[in-house]
């Protein structure tokens, strides 16, 4: 209970002040003892006894009896009061003497009194009591110097009785001080309860954004650790190429070096040989005796060089070695692709992000496309799906996901039937549910990749760009860039590759969008689809 409401339960209905010594007749009401025998002592001779409360009439002079719980409560009371009131040094003004904290201010004297001088004030209706005040002024009428007693609901100013009756206010609906105030705690208590609840949904909202935070920072240290094991994964597979490499160049070197080695022995011998048929050929060159020079033999020795039918080695012509320092690419080629693979794969987001979950919304789904219950795999289908028509749903064989993105990188992958027409990408829920302009591609709001009589082509805005190759493979990716505008699509097969991006402001949230339908194969209708697979 506030304090000034207990107050309120502490005084006494006959001098408006603390009980003091409070007694209680037999109907139950409370009064000091002074105050109920001043009354009780009035009504002496008339033969009747009443309570001043609620009337009740004795025959006889009522007993008193002591409340001793109120006088305690009572007591406690007013010591609380009398601290709190010598903390706001406010003193009875008939204290002359000595300073005394005051506990009530009368409005109609214009002065604050102690519990001395409040037993001794006049109780009469135009004596009205307050909590102690130093600006008494502020309760009175500043053009009757009156007190404020009303309330003008019109103006929205406190008013006194002259103000009512023949001031600018007559005429004016006015209410008792008491009661207007009542009605102005109640709208702000109503306005205090919507502050309460508008906190509570702050406090829910932070502790929403903390277990945000709390969740981005464990995302953070988890992607700061996958990243690092992956450029760790990247530095041991670049050091085993590297490794591979080197021994790779070693090995060769070894085995030319040894090759070039033995044919230099070889020439080294040739050179010796050549050099002692020089000197024998120089010495018949130098002799004399023509009969000599007739009668030497005719030898192998004697042969030109250039016409030598050659040693074993050479079968019938010197070998030549090759010019040397050519080693064997295929090894270093095979490293820079391999490196080019893991390159490719980084840009193309492989190991930057994982899967977003995408689950396609029923309530989209055109009524010719049917939707599994794992809310993954879209069916061009004839048979109606009986859906109710609401505004959200497509006119025909389209349907988006529950899920929207507004920041950061995420792909999803999606298998397709291997024959027939379809369109992946992402749009904008704004995007038109009816007419030309609600098909994927055909507006400013939606992206897509899309197969249509066996050619493939990217859309957007109604511009389709035809690809060059088909797509033989039946997988394909989608890959966002939210804060970079970039949406890219690729085939999933071995490496991966890089068919389109598209670049643009992203201004809404974006949605995975689906279109697939039925196609007639061999004179009979054939279900379509496309699966979600991560």
Not at 157 to 168: H, M, N, P, R
Not at 224 to 231: K, M, N, P, S
Not at 338 to 363: K, Q
Request: a negative charge; proline letters at 3%.
């Amino acid at each position: 209970m506030a304090s000034a409401d207990l107050r309120d339960e502490l005084l006494c209905s006959i001098c408006l002040s603390t009980f003091m010594d409070p007694v209680t007749l037999r109907c139950g009401h409370n009064f000091c003892r002074v105050c109920i025998d001043r009354v009780l002592d009035t009504q002496d001779g008339s033969g009747v006894y009443s309570c001043p409360e609620c009337r009740e009439e004795f025959q006889v002079r009522p007993a008193l009896m002591r409340n001793i719980n109120l006088h305690n409560v009572a007591e406690r009371f007013l010591i609380t009061q009398q601290e709190q009131e010598e903390i706001t040094g406010i003193c009875c003004t008939y204290c002359v003497d000595s300073p005394v904290p005051a506990v009530r201010s009368c409005l109609h004297c214009e002065a604050s009194l102690c519990y001395k001088h409040l037993r001794a004030h006049s109780k009469s209706a135009e004596h009205v009591l307050s909590d102690p005040s130093t600006s008494l002024e502020k309760r009175k009428c500043s053009v009757h110097k009156k007190i404020l007693e009303y309330y003008c609901t019109e103006d929205a100013v406190c008013i006194c009785v002259s103000c009512s009756l023949a001031g600018e206010h007559r005429g004016h609906r006015v209410e008792m001080l008491d009661e207007a105030s009542e009605k102005k705690k109640k709208k702000r208590r109503k306005v205090l309860q919507k502050l309460i609840t508008k906190r509570e949904e702050t406090e829910e909202r932070v502790r929403s954004l903390e277990e945000r935070r709390r969740k981005a920072q464990e995302q953070a240290a988890g992607e700061a650790e996958r990243v690092t094991a992956l450029c760790t994964d990247i530095r041991r597979r670049v050091d085993d190429l590297e490794k591979k490499v080197l021994s790779e160049i070693s090995r060769q070197e070894k085995e030319e070096s040894l090759s070039l080695s033995a044919l230099i022995r070889q020439l080294e011998i040739k050179k010796d040989e050549l050099s002692r048929k020089m000197r024998h050929i120089e010495e018949l060159c130098n002799m004399t005796d023509p009969l000599t020079v007739l009668q030497e033999p005719d030898t192998g020795d004697l042969c030109d060089p250039e016409e030598e039918g050659g040693g074993e080695d050479t079968g019938g012509h010197d070998k030549q070695p090759h010019d040397g320092g050519d080693l064997d690419v295929a090894v270093i080629s095979h490293t820079l692709h391999t490196l080019c693979a893991v390159i490719s794969g980084i840009r193309s987001g492989i190991y930057v992000v994982s899967p977003a979950d995408i689950l396609l919304d029923v309530t989209t789904a055109a009524n010719n496309l049917h939707i599994s219950d794992d809310l993954k795999t879209a069916t061009g289908t004839q048979e109606k799906q009986n859906r109710p028509e609401t505004a959200e749903r497509f006119q025909d064989y389209q349907v988006i996901s529950r899920r929207g993105f507004t920041s950061g990188r995420h792909y999803w992958d999606v298998e397709i039937s291997r024959s027939g027409g379809w369109r992946v990408g992402m749009c904008y829920p704004s995007m038109d549910r009816r007419g030309q302009q609600s098909l994927i591609g055909y507006n400013n709001k939606s992206w897509c990749l899309g197969r249509y009589n066996n050619q493939y082509s990217v859309i957007h805005d109604m511009k389709g760009i035809q690809l060059p190759d088909k797509i033989p493979s039946d997988r394909v990716r989608i890959r966002l860039d939210y804060e970079a505008g970039q949406l890219s699509f690729y085939e999933l097969c071995d490496p991966i590759r890089h068919l389109h991006t598209f670049t643009a402001a992203f201004s809404e949230p974006l949605h995975a969008v689906v279109c697939v339908s039925w196609r007639k194969l061999d004179g009979r209708y054939v279900d379509n689809w496309v699966r979600i697979t991560g």
